[in-house]
């Protein structure tokens, strides 16, 4: 069976974006120009009939999403129960994150949120749920009903540090957590673990820079980075507590497979542009899915990297109409691209 | 001022006149001090203006990142971290600034940016709200400018009006009344001198 959902990936990635479509889509001079270019991809059923003059970035967002959540709904169905649940979870458990990241933040100021400002899916969580909790305390309350234990138990530090990227780091441990935990159910599960791990560390490692930033102690947010790590934690966790802002790119480089991460780090702290942090992370995440990829062709890891890829032609999408959209020449969208 | 021509002329009028002359010039001389504080004032306010370009300049570039950042993030994300930050609260007073009224802006609290637990929004807020503080500054400043022009119009009519009518009208109602009280006091003269000489020939 996961020979077949092997096939089917390498099926379905004949329908991605070319670079020649990509290319397209950069010099389209005009938003129709782009959803012309766009109708004559895999894309063109899901912009059929929509108004190009009047979709703003968060409907094109829902667009593009809806085509990535038919795209792992198709892989994942033809999976057995058990690997199905972990694809579903690895693909859509990080949008449900968000939105649970979303009702967190509204929450903790007493602000209400809508449907309209979450991400279509619900695995684990409804969106009503998530509209309707009363409050932060309430809102946690239901996550530790459904499982969540580390974001709970982060609520303490909440309290005292002030600073809610705790409980969102706890979030994150939880789904990793519970992607490991599945991944036991899995038989020929390396490859894949080995992309978790990757992602996993490059979470952890986002999430020291953020607490670094903030001056809060890592030692107060270890139970969930400590979820959370895996290689680069084990080699540099114990010097990253003591080190500058400044000095965690040249901590990075001392583990090989992370060594390419250092001079994005380095110019990204060094110039505080900070949006380069997580484009430097998604980059080497999607990298690290190409070479598994290329590597792994007929593995299960291939299904898991092909979701990252179905992800990435998201995030570029995305990134193409809203540069579009806001004015941004064709060479300033190309540098956020990610493209292998 | 025509009807100062139709005054009696007579030595009281004169020294009210020009009485009336030393206070209108005293006054000129006032609003004339004024008038080159408030020019002093409004020079020094459109040197500290004029940083208004450069902060438009940053204005744009912190705009162009924002862009970059929708690109990165998207929209719904960007939205969501605008959720934790808590508004900044402001309060619009004015104040006199040498007798004209000016605005003034106090910030009674700072946004806070300590809840976004995204880095670039983060960095990019706080870059935003200090761009912002200065240019609340400026613009107050500008109205300043404005108010204070408007003062310095008014006084210079006034001075002008003053320079060019006032003084000029009395300076010619003096010397009018000069001319007559003289007149009348040669004439009084000339009479005294022949009532004498009539008192002078009945006597002798």
Redesign the interface.
Known sequence: MEEYLVVRAHGLKLRFLKPEDYARLLGATSIREFFNILSSTDYSGSIEGLRWEKI???DF?KVVFNKYVERVELISGYAPSELGRLLRTYALGRYEL?NL??AL??K??G?R?EIE???PVELHIHLNELVEAEGLEELLYMLRSRGYRYASKMYDVYVTS????TI?CGLEADYYSSLYEMLKEVATAEGVREILDIEADLRWLYWC??FK??NLKLTRVMTPLRAMGRELSERIGPYIEEAYLGDIPALVAQVVRFRDLEEALSRAIRE????L???ALSSKLYREAYRVMRRDFVSLAYVFAFILACEMEMRNL??IF??KK???PSS??QR?LFTY | MSSLRYLPATIGTLVKLREQLQLVRRGKEILEMRRDQLIREIYQLLSEIRERERLEKEFLRIYDKVKELYMVMNADNIRSYARVVRRPELRLLYESLMGVKVPRVDILSEPDFSQVTDLAVHALAEELWKLLYRLIEITRKEAAVENLSKELAYINRVVNSLEKNIIPQLNESIHYVEEKVQEESLSEFVRIKKVRDVVQRRRG
């Open positions: 703003g970035l968060e967002f968000i990241k979303r933040r509204a903790a100021l602000e949120i400002d979450l991400c002030g600073f809610l990227g969102e820079i953020v930033f903030k505080e542009d900070y949006v942090i997580e484009h995305n990134a809203t540069g806001v004015g941004l300033e969208i956020f």
